[in-house]
């Protein structure tokens, strides 16, 4: 028969080894929740990220772009016209590509635009009544932009001179009989 003390030592045995197994259980208890807590977090990253890539793909399918042969800045489409034509001509022709004339708005697009003005090219500046200048969009020119007027214009030099061209040697604007045949810059949104 077993004696009370081996069995009180086995008994102590098992004490310990079922404390050292609790001890055991509660670190891996301890480390699956630490490793849990990091799975939903990369979960969330993961979530977070890919709603971010379909965001991003949406966008670029929005992506707006030029057609050939036209030039952006910063939003808006550009072209120089091939042939060339009266003010009113020019117009028409931006309108059948789905803009108009170019409107100036700031400095840094009569910068940009100055890239096309090779042969003193219509711009979407007119005369409406004597000295009252408007755009093609129906804003007056602005008191900021009259600067890029040439040196005495607009003057209305032999009468009848109500439509804005850039002057090609000079990089400013000047007055012109409208009838007068010059090349133009259309302005249009870009397309999807």
């Known amino acids: 028969m077993i004696s ?21 259980l509660q670190v891996s208890n301890d480390q ?9 977090q990369l979960n969330a990253n993961l979530t ?18 030029c057609p050939a042969g036209w030039r952006m800045f910063r939003g808006s489409c550009y072209i120089l016209s091939t042939t060339t034509g009266s003010w009113d ?22 910068k940009f635009v100055l890239t096309f003005s090779e042969k ?5 500046l007119k005369e409406e009544t ?3 200048w408007k755009w093609v969009d129906g804003t007056p020119l602005s008191s900021e932009l009259k600067k890029y ?13 109500a439509c804005a061209q850039i002057w090609e040697n000079y990089k400013t604007w000047n007055d012109n009989k409208c009838d007068d045949s010059f090349l133009w810059i259309c302005e249009k949104a870009p397309e999807c």
């Open 4 to 24: 009370a003390h081996a069995l009180s030592s086995s008994a102590a045995g098992l004490s310990d080894t079922k404390v050292n197994l609790t001890d055991r």
């Open 32 to 40: 699956l929740s630490v490793l849990t807590k990091a799975r939903d």
């Open 48 to 65: 977070k990220m890919s709603n971010e890539v379909t965001r991003l793909q949406s966008e670029l399918k929005k992506k707006k772009t």
């Open 89 to 110: 001509n020019a117009r028409a022709d931006c309108r059948s590509r789905g803009g108009d004339l170019v409107v100036i708005n700031d400095d840094d697009e009569q």
């Open 120 to 124: 003193s090219p219509w711009i979407g």
């Open 130 to 132: 004597e000295g009252s």
């Open 149 to 161: 007027w040439g040196q005495g214009q607009p003057d209305n030099a032999g009468g009848g001179e």
